[in-house]
């Protein structure tokens, strides 16, 4: 049985959600489970913009046959070739023997190595500036590779002002029958999926996604379609104001973010010795996690959100705590920027992770580690707690800068 929304007079929602998924990518959880969109345009050529993933293979057929109504399928658009999009244009070929596949030189090439099997002769390879009318409608292709693969284009409805924007503007959690980001409490509900979700799949590639957005600055946007999560079709500007935070690596908010690694409680005693005398000192917009509790992917996400981080860590096997090594290592490898850090190591007999971290981050663009760094030695003493007063007092007094 179908499943579709309507976006606008001539274009439908087909895609499809999945709640049963436990870890996108087979990296990130997701509780809330994801949507794979896909969007059918009925002009005078029918279009289809991206397929789904195979998981939802059925549900999408459906919708897909649900709403051609008998029409045959022309052009099948492919603004991103990566298989939880594009795992089920082979199915498409084979029920749409008439379509005609469009993309990109380099989509093409994923295509083959995944063996989509499309003949040659039904691909039309489009590149930026290209444009194709399909009746009423003129779509617009617009480069943006590495948002999030190398091949991904966006396409642009210059008639009706619709942008398919590919992974830009998508979100973790399933659509669960809502379609429009202002029929869900996006900036209650969404944000922080939303956030975690850019952060650890698209947040490696900031610069190219300010490209795509100079380029989209261009643009009469009246609504954006993304592959994951809600349409946007209100509040625009506020939405690209995230993405210029997250894709400059600039903070969301002055606020700071304690996480640590403890063995026996004692590291994570003095973690909560700081956040007392933050709070104690008048500063609030404080977050605790425990490494080892917490997904690092959340990790990431809130680190891309506040200003400040304090990292607690032991030493293990004379190294940083794996869990906590793994946090710093996903942060560089996201490229983050422009954080200022509180660095606190515990040991009892041979402490190193105060030098390895400081050593991270030194290899990392724009971060700030604080000259008042505590080794606690096994736990924390009254000379100790006068360092960790110490940190507390120059975290506050470095919010003073402008971010
Ligand atoms: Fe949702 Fe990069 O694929």
């Keep these: 049985m179908q499943c579709t929304r309507k976006v606008t007079e001539d274009l439908y929602w087909v895609g499809a959600n999945d709640k049963r998924l436990h870890l996108f990518e087979s990296a990130h959880p997701i509780e809330g489970g994801v949507s794979y969109n896909s969007y059918l345009l009925l002009d005078e050529k029918t279009a289809l913009f991206d397929t789904a993933d195979w998981s939802v293979g059925k549900q999408f057929l459906e919708n897909v046959e649900y709403v051609l ?22 199915e498409i070929v084979l029920r749409y023997p008439e379509v005609k596949v469009v993309s990109t030189e380099k989509a093409w090439l994923l295509m083959n190595q995944f ?12 590149k930026e500036g290209d444009s194709m009318s399909f009746g009423k409608h003129n779509i617009a292709f617009v480069a943006a590779p590495m948002v999030h693969w190398p091949e991904v284009m966006v396409s642009f409805d210059t008639t009706d002002g619709i942008l398919f924007s590919a992974d830009a503007f998508g979100s973790f959690k399933s659509l669960d029958g809502a379609l429009f980001a202002d029929e869900v409490d996006f900036k209650g509900e969404w944000i922080d999926e939303a956030r975690r979700y850019y952060t650890n799949i698209v947040g490696k590639y900031g610069p190219q996604v300010m490209a795509l957005l100079k380029k989209a600055s261009t643009l009469d946007i009246k609504c954006i379609c993304p592959l994951h999560g809600p349409v946007w079709r209100k509040d625009i500007p506020w939405i690209i104001d995230k993405y210029v935070h997250w894709a400059t690596y600039t903070p969301e908010e002055k606020g700071i973010v304690i996480a640590y690694a403890s063995m026996y409680g004692n590291t994570m005693s003095a973690a909560h010795i700081l956040a007392s005398k933050l709070h104690e000192k008048g500063f609030h917009n404080v977050k605790m996690y425990d490494v080892s509790e917490t997904h690092v992917s959340f990790l990431i996400s809130e680190a891309f959100k506040y200003s400040h981080l304090a990292l607690f860590s032991v030493t293990y096997n004379l190294n940083v705590f794996p869990a906590m090594q793994n946090f710093i290592d996903d942060m560089k490898r996201l490229n983050l920027q422009k954080r200022v850090i ?13 030098d390895l971290m400081a050593k991270s981050f030194d290899e990392m663009k724009q971060m700030t580690v604080l000259n008042e760094q505590v080794s606690v030695l096994s736990s924390v003493t009254k000379m100790t707690d006068r360092e960790l007063d110490g940190l507390a007092d120059s975290l506050i007094e470095s919010m003073k800068q402008d971010y």
Excluded: T
């Excluded at 990566?82 to 795992?87: C, F, G, R």
């Excluded at 063996?115 to 489009?126: G, M, T």
């Design 69 to 90: 109504d008998g029409r045959k399928l022309d052009y099948l658009v492919i603004n991103h070739l990566e298989p939880d999009h594009a795992a089920s244009i082979g």
């Design 115 to 126: 063996q989509f099997r499309i003949d040659e002769e039904k691909f039309v390879e489009v």
């Design 342 to 354: 509180g660095i606190v190591e515990n040991g009892s007999w041979a402490p190193q992770a105060l």
